[in-house]
């Protein structure tokens, strides 16, 4: 992670920083719900956290202080911004700057001043590919990256309920899941430590099924298989998957392997349709400029800011550093970002 390069914005006004400084040491307008924070450095004496504190805001990190009574005295925590789980406070506290000789550590936290981030940033993925698409997937999207054209995608899908990762040559929405074209291993996870005949009896159970599933000889599914570059066989099978609603997958189809990013065009056992790969609606790469300068969504806008992004809303005109990352774009609900080579997603939640 590269050193974080901070930009200075312009000084608040005074009575506004004195204003803000009172109601988060007085622990006024306090959220209920429990979020993740960062927090940057603790002091004994009050005058040191606000300067600290100033210092933070002046740079557009959402700072407050936190005071916690001990049986050696009064503490003050200086913290920075509420995050929406702890993936997104860790790669925050990571690109912050060393504060006061302190580096800045997630901390779950109850307690967190109303005005802070009332929309709290949720680091849902982080993918390191030099190439990303977003594609439409049904009412959401899905991500799709592909380190090396000779293997299977990773897709991440971002519909109709909790995000599901997972990997292959390509796939589609579908009535019940998704049609998924994949690889199907024919020796287990442990093949590596495994004794030759383990592997075979595995690799035999397997393509006796797959015979009686579909009516066909074992030579037949045995010209069908291919082998990955560590010796690993496998076949590559179009499969409908319950992705969100559980369940077991059910098996339509074998292809035979063949080079190219999208895998075999057709199928040579089975008839059902091969699923297709849509046009990206964005592709993101290292080259990639993002779509606009800004993005904004119900009630919240974004803008780039170094290696943060700045995120105002209703509540708070002025931008404040809520997550990592240059936006790329955004469907107004959740945002793609790049640092460095790793493309994020986020969500926010609403406090």
Known sequence: MMACAARRTPSIPR?????ATLLVVLGLGVANAISYTVQVVAVS??????SVQRTLLNEAYPAYVVRASTVQGDIYRVRVGAFGNRDAALLFARTMPIVAGSPPLPALAEGIPAAVMPLEPRLLTAVSAPQLDVIPWGEGFAL???EDTARQATYFVVSGGSPHS??????????????VLRNLPLWPETWETD??????????????????????????????EGRSAPGRPFLVVLEL????????????????PSDGPYGPG?????????????????RASLESPPLAATFGGEGWRVEGAGEFFLLSTEQS???????VGMPLWSDGEFLLTRVGERILLYDFVRR
Do not use: C, D, K, N
């Open 15 to 19: 009575a506004l920083s004195l204003l």
């Open 45 to 50: 004496e009050q005058e040191s956290a606000l």
């Open 144 to 146: 799709r990256s592909q």
């Open 166 to 179: 997972f990997r292959a040559w390509r796939a589609a929405p579908a009535e019940g899941g998704a049609l």
């Open 195 to 224: 004794v030759p005949e383990a592997r075979e009896a595995y690799r035999r159970a397997i393509l006796e099924s797959l015979a009686r599933r579909f009516e066909v000889s074992l030579q037949r599914l045995e010209e069908l």
């Open 241 to 256: 998957v319950p992705i969100l609603g559980g369940g077991e997958a059910t098996l339509l189809g074998i292809a035979a």
């Open 266 to 282: 057709q199928l040579l056992i089975g008839s059902a349709p091969l699923p297709e790969v849509p046009g990206p609606l964005y």
């Open 317 to 323: 005109s002025r931008g404040w550093r809520a997550g």
